[in-house]
Each structure stands twice: as C-alpha cells, then as structure tokens.
C-alpha cells in the first residue's frame, strides 16, 4: 500500500499529483464529500470518484458514511484513514529533545517530552540524536514499517528544500537531511525549528482561519515565523524570519552570530539571562539570587520563568523591559506586513502578561493606529508543544504538498 504511493509520488506522475492534491485538501480540511472536493480541487465528479476509489482500496481514503442533510440524497463524507501511514516530529532544545508520533489524519499518538540531551554542535551530538530517534521507533507502539517520514527541527539558517543546514551539524558537504536519513534508516526532511513552531500553531493553535500571521519565537535566542495567504514563507534559501539579528542597538554586546548591537542581545531568553546575573552581580535581589552564584550548577532559563511567575520582582522588570524593546521591533513588523495575527511563542511566552502587555503598549505608541487595529495579538495555545506539533505535521505536508 505505502510503496504503491510512494513509488507514483518518486516519479512525478499525473496521478500522483493529483492524490497528493486530494491528501492535501484533507489535510487541511478534514472529511468532506466528492461534490465539495470536486468543485476545490476544479476537477470533474467523475475524475475525483475514480481517484477516491483508487485511494480507498490503497488505504489511504476512509469512508466516513453519510453525510445528514434537510432532504434529497444523502452525500458519502470521506477523509484520510489514520492508519494508513505515521510520521515523527523532533524538536531539538538546549538541554532536551521531544519526539513526537502522529497518524496519518494529524493525531498524536506517542509523544515523549524532554528526553534529556545536551546540544552541542558537534558529530557526537548528531550521534547520540539519532540514536535517541532510533530507540523512540523501537518502543513505537505502531506498525514502524508505515512511518513515512520524519522531520527534524533544527535553529538557525536551514534549506528545507535543499536538506542542508548551514549554522547546525554541517560538517559535511552532503546535505544533513540525507546523513540523517542514512544514520536513522528512515526518510527525513529538516526544517527551522521557528517555522516548524509557526506550522503547528497554524494547524492545531491559536489560529482560527486567519492566512497571514507572524509568529515570534522568543526563547533562547529570538526569531520569526511568517505565513502569508495561509501558506509558509521560507524566503529563497529558506533563511527567512532571522529576526533576531536585526540591528537595534548602539551597544558592544557581542551577538552569537558575531555581530554586535542584533535585537536578541537584548531581547530574547539570553538577554534575560544575562542581564539577570548582571543586576544580581550588582547588588540587586532575587529569590534566585543564591542561584545565580552557583558554578558548577548554572542557572537555567526555565528557572527564571518560573520566577517570574513567582512574582519575583527583578526577573518580572527584565522582562517588562524585554517586551518594551520587543514590541517596538514588532510595531515595525506590523506596519511592513499588516498581519491578522501576531502570535508570541516560545520560551519567555510563558511568562504571559509579564511580557505581553508591554509588547502591545510598545506597539501601539510605535506603529501606525490603521494598521495595527487590523492585527490582534496573542500568546501561543500549544506553549511547549508549538515545536514538535509542528514538527510532525511538517513530516506529513512536505510529503504530499506540491
């Protein structure tokens, strides 16, 4: 069943088009009948009756039975079979992964959060990565012979399209998504770990039917995903969204990627970081001013937000002065691109108002009143889970999208 589809998919037939068209209306939409399908797809009844037939005896259309209507015949809904095919999603974070599994119609069926990992950029980490993604398919309670495809999130500069990587684990001249594929025995795309965040948001999130939305994913580091008429802009090596290296200010703070004065010296979860053990070195107070002296045991940026939501009151004003910079960035933002939506993810998104309010109130003094009164914003519904739901359901559509 899954090597038929694959092996039309490989050779670029008519037919296969066409199937990955239908896969993906469902995707997108869930069930519906033959005449809905027909008219979205601008195809016949007769042409799109054969092909659900064709794909309901490969197994990967179910029939769903029928559709209630006020009177005349009731229409058959059909929709993706959920155990036609599986695929994972992996997050890479500082100090964990999460590897995630779902079914073909999008449902997560194993997810496992936080499997300690220490990421470093180097070819022992991308081993003991693959080994995790190894032992999580092993325990895989699935048939693995219908995982289809798994996708990677990796930050920094990444080319979904090429398979290369060109801040992370590129250490040879062959493309990561294939070593990667060699090293697991199983299909694997990569893709930036932001817009996978921006993905998942605007498939299981905060989005409710708006096409042009910018994500802002302020962890460790900060950048933006961007989705225009409901599709993902990846820029033309896929580079886009490299937010946090937009120069905002006139300081000597050397950023990771080697230039000074970028936005996320000052506005990210490492610019909280570091100003925190700063004013703390300062003589200021903290309820985690007795961690921050300990060494050999560093203080992590998950303690700090849970400070602030403690109410601790330095962490809470660094924070307040974080979404201040950041939302006057963001003002920019909404005045170039006149979003719908503006969702905050990522890490420091956690601490909620703390960092909301600031952003809007930086917003509306600094962009322009028509224009922002267009753009609502919102923190992330999927929080923590924003990365490896997208990374899953990243598997899934760089499969079957054209």
């Known amino acids: 069943m899954k090597q038929h589809l694959l092996k039309e998919i490989e050779h670029g037939s008519k037919n296969a088009l066409l199937k990955k068209r239908i896969i993906t209306h469902y995707i997108y939409n869930g069930s519906s009948t033959i005449t ?30 029928k559709l209630e209507t006020s009177g005349g015949r009731h229409p058959n809904l059909y929709g993706l079979n959920p155990e036609s095919g599986y695929f994972i999603g992996v997050d890479i974070k500082r100090f964990a992964v999460n590897i995630g599994l779902i079914n073909f119609k999008g449902d997560m069926m194993e997810l496992k959060m936080n499997i300690p990992y220490k990421f470093e950029n180097t070819p022992e980490a991308l081993e003991e990565l693959c ?11 699935v048939n693995t012979e219908k995982i289809l495809n798994i996708n990677i999130n990796i930050s920094g500069r990444v080319n979904p ?8 684990f590129n250490f040879s001249e062959q493309p990561l998504a294939e070593i990667l594929t060699d090293k697991i025995g199983y299909p694997v795309c990569i893709d930036n770990d932001t817009r996978a965040m921006t993905y998942g948001e605007y498939l299981q999130g905060r989005v409710k039917g708006e096409k042009n939305i910018i994500f802002v994913n302020v962890s460790w580091g900060l950048a933006i995903g961007i989705i225009i008429n409901g599709e993902i802009y ?13 120069n905002a200010f006139d300081n000597e703070i050397l950023c990771h990627c080697g230039k000074k004065g970028c936005l996320e010296t000052e506005a990210s979860g490492s610019a909280l970081h570091r100003i925190l053990l700063e004013r703390i070195n300062n003589g200021e107070s903290s309820i985690l001013s007795g961690r921050a002296t300990m060494k050999e045991d560093p203080l992590t940026l998950d303690e700090i937000i849970a400070a602030v939501n403690k109410e601790d009151l ?40 703390y960092i909301t309010q600031p952003i809007k109130t ?20 999927l929080k923590d889970k924003a990365g490896i739901i997208g990374a899953c359901m990243l598997a899934r559509s760089r499969m079957f999208e054209s």
């Open 131 to 141: 080994r995790l993604i190894r032992t999580f398919i092993k325990k895989a309670n």
């Open 36 to 65: 809905d399908l027909s008219k979205e797809l601008d195809l016949s009844v007769p042409t799109v009756t054969k092909f659900i037939s064709e794909m309901y005896e490969e197994g990967y259309i179910n029939d769903y039975g």
């Open 234 to 246: 990846i820029g033309k090596s896929g580079f886009s969204g490299e937010f946090g290296h937009v």
């Open 314 to 353: 330095l962490c809470i004003e660094i924070v307040e002065e974080i979404g201040q910079k950041l939302g006057k960035q963001i003002a920019g933002l909404i005045n170039i691109f006149n979003p719908e939506l503006v969702i905050i993810g990522g890490t420091l998104s956690l601490t909620g108002d």
């Open 161 to 168: 399209e090429s398979g290369y990587s060109f801040s992370l």
């Open 362 to 381: 930086a917003v509306r003094k600094y962009s322009l009143n028509l224009v922002n009164k267009d753009s609502v914003i919102s923190t992330s519904k």
